[in-house]
């Protein structure tokens, strides 16, 4: 039956889920979006089948575009002071998932000594109230983020002139963004940096700056600039990759 029905096909052993819409279209038109279902757009002159062996050979397309709004799905978010949290949740930190363990110190008088320790695959954080956990998360994660992007923006800038390139240290800015790692104000020398490059390891972050101080050197993303990037971090290639995930 044509209209806006789920059917269903198989490739490779998995399972793809679509609907048809007729419109008066040239061409049948594909898209995948995150709810797993592949949306068809047909004119009524073509027939079903044919419909069906052109999602056929896009199949490893779909699977692929399936795929990464799996993995956005579970990526790792910061914690945020209105989360609620409870003792044995999983928390994130730097690439690595930690057991969260809540301690209720109802002695403690004033928010300063409120803490968060990390030890071995825990991370406790020590609150006078358990509905205070998500603040105490959320400006741990702030004030290590801040930590650690000063010491990198140092050390991107240092890396840099040992090879030879004039850069000064750049204005740094971090906030959560949804959709870049990083960001380049070549005019202004300021990099704005993701706060989500807390949720993976070290080197990610390292990274983003080098590939966000070498557009101070090469303003695009030529052959050019990720020779320069090469040139300073060697092994960008396996960060990028981990940064798709």
């Known amino acids: ?34 709810d797993g279902i592949v949306y068809i757009s047909a004119n009524m002159r073509v027939s079903v089948k044919f419909i069906e062996d052109f999602i056929l050979k896009n199949a490893e397309f779909i699977f692929s575009a399936l795929d990464r709004f799996d993995a956005k799905k579970t990526a790792p978010v910061l914690p945020k002071a209105s989360d609620e949290f409870q003792n044995g949740d999983t928390v994130c930190y730097l690439g690595k998932n930690y057991i969260l363990h809540i301690i209720i110190d109802n002695s403690i008088s004033y928010a300063a000594q409120e803490s968060v320790c990390i030890s ?5 954080v020590t609150v006078r109230y358990e509905n205070r956990v998500g603040k105490v998360l959320e400006k741990f994660y702030a004030d290590e983020t801040r930590k650690l992007f000063e010491t990198l923006n140092r050390r991107t800038q240092l890396m840099f002139l040992a090879k030879g390139y004039s850069v000064d240290v750049a204005e740094l800015q971090i906030r959560e963004m949804k959709s870049r790692w990083g960001s380049c104000h070549i005019s202004d020398k300021k990099i704005v940096m993701n706060s989500r490059l807390m949720l993976y390891p070290e080197i990610c972050s390292a990274y983003v700056f080098v590939h966000e101080y070498a557009h101070f050197i090469v303003p695009n993303h030529s052959a ?19 940064l798709k995930k």
């Open 1 to 34: 039956m044509d209209g806006n029905g789920i059917r269903t096909l198989t490739a490779g052993g998995r399972e793809i889920r679509w609907t048809l819409t007729r419109k008066k279209v040239k061409n049948v038109n594909l898209r995948v979006k995150p």
């Open 120 to 124: 071995g695959n825990e991370i406790a």
């Open 224 to 242: 050019e600039f990720y020779a320069v990037v090469g040139d300073v971090m060697p092994d960008y290639r396996i960060c990028m990759e981990m």
